[in-house]
């Protein structure tokens, strides 16, 4: 995947905390026909693809990301206090995106990936960051933190190294209560 490419995925996974949560939202707000699709939807406990699988939590269900996202599950009835992230109707929700490494080490993903986060938004301040497996794959957490249209928001990023000559991303997004 070119620079282009991998700048543009990794802005998406943190812009739509605001951006594209706020359309999904909106687009899928829920009517009465909806509403029973999302009860036979919730009652779906894993979302399988040919390369993972997610445990989806209780309450949350699988909705539509854009193409570079191979999973995406949000907390559609959340409820959120603050009054700022009500008007922008934002959900929680984790995706999964998958690229191809183009033949770097995780420290070098890594690095890129950050270098990305710091020219998010008003800028992705990074909490806590440590080395860790994933089912015996070499992976790294970034925790941070984001203000979108004066909301605050938290971000969990888990990079994980795949077999070969490709990286995982897993994203976890919500409201900073």
């Known amino acids: 995947m070119s620079q282009k490419n991998t700048v543009i995925l990794i802005s998406f996974l943190i812009l739509i905390l605001v951006g594209v949560g706020y359309y999904f939202m909106q687009k899928n707000r829920l009517n009465s026909s909806q509403k029973q699709k999302t009860n036979s939807q919730a009652q779906q406990s894993v979302v399988d693809r040919d390369m993972f ?32 992230v009500q008007k922008m109707n934002f959900k929680s929700y984790f995706a999964v995106a998958y690229e191809a490494d183009q033949g770097k080490d995780l420290d070098s993903y890594i690095e890129k990936v ?27 957490i970034i925790e941070g933190k984001l203000k979108q249209q004066e909301a605050e928001f938290k971000a969990f990023i888990v990079i994980i190294k795949g077999l070969g000559d490709d990286v995982w991303l897993i994203t976890f997004n919500t409201a900073l209560q």
């Open 53 to 84: 699988s997610i445990n989806i939590p209780e309450g949350w269900i699988e909705t539509k990301g854009v193409p570079s996202v191979q999973a995406m599950i949000s907390n559609l009835k959340e409820e959120n206090q603050d009054p700022l």
């Open 114 to 140: 950050k270098s990305q986060l710091s020219k998010v938004g008003n800028g992705f301040e990074i909490t806590s960051e440590k080395p860790t497996t994933v089912n015996s794959y070499k992976a790294y």
